[in-house]
């Protein structure tokens, strides 16, 4: 079983809907990471988080420490949302050095 | 204007042979590191430097090899024991020396023939 896990991994859904993918980790972690990579190849790191929730436009991300998850939702989803949004975790066990990665989820937005 | 960039982009090569890829930083970035991409997993980490003429493993080292003579760079040999080079490699950098907010470059997709 990965370390961490992330639902679903493919997302197709109309424009103006609201989206959200999950993110399930099984080990202590000091911080959580949200990261979307373009159909170009390129990342960019979306929010890092350790608690509660952040906002950024119309992106949020929650996590919850004691039940092991994470989500990252969008509202309003438009065509350019479309991408892989990729879940990371630090873990503890490695002295914050290394980041593990979900497989991703694949998000299509369709006008 | 601050980034990490790689280069080619795109490289080919043909079995047997080593290739090097380039990864030069200028956010004055202390840690550096470089993961493997391939299709259905996440990205996984090969080698990482915290300092310069310092690196370690990563998850997946054996066939590859790192140097971190500068700062700013941190060149990626992909060796011929490498069994399965094809790939998506991306090179990343972060402020200090843990794994906090890591900025990615754009990548360089490796195919070997």
């Known amino acids: 079983k990965n370390e961490v896990e992330q639902s679903p991994q493919n997302l197709t859904a109309q424009e103006g809907e609201f989206i959200t993918i999950n993110c399930s980790y099984s080990v202590g972690i000091s911080a959580l990471h949200w990261l979307q990579q373009h159909p170009g190849g390129g990342i960019v790191s979306l929010f890092m988080l350790s608690s509660g929730k952040k906002k950024h436009g119309r992106l949020i991300a929650t996590i919850n420490i004691q039940e092991k998850h994470s989500s990252l939702h969008i509202t309003a989803s438009h065509p350019r949302d479309s991408a892989v949004y990729i879940c990371a975790v630090e873990s503890s066990n490695f002295g914050n050095e290394k980041l593990t990665f979900g497989t991703g989820t694949r998000l299509t937005i369709i006008p | 204007d601050g980034g990490i960039t790689q280069s080619p982009k795109y490289l080919f090569r043909k079995e047997g042979q080593n290739v090097t890829l380039s990864c030069e930083q200028n956010?004055?970035?202390?840690?550096m590191y470089w993961y493997r991409q391939d299709p259905g997993q996440g990205l996984r980490l090969i080698y990482y430097?915290?300092?310069?003429?310092?690196?370690q493993k990563g998850d997946i080292a054996e066939g590859y090899s790192v140097s971190r003579e500068k700062k700013e760079s941190f060149p990626l040999t992909v060796t011929s024991a490498q069994k399965n080079p094809t790939a998506f490699y991306l090179c990343?950098?972060?402020?200090?020396?843990?794994?906090?907010?890591?900025?990615f470059g754009p990548g360089t997709r490796l195919t070997v023939t």
């Open positions: 430097s915290q300092i310069v003429n310092d690196f």
């Open positions: 990343a950098s972060s402020k200090g020396r843990t794994a906090s907010e890591q900025y």
């Open positions: 956010l004055n970035h202390d840690a």
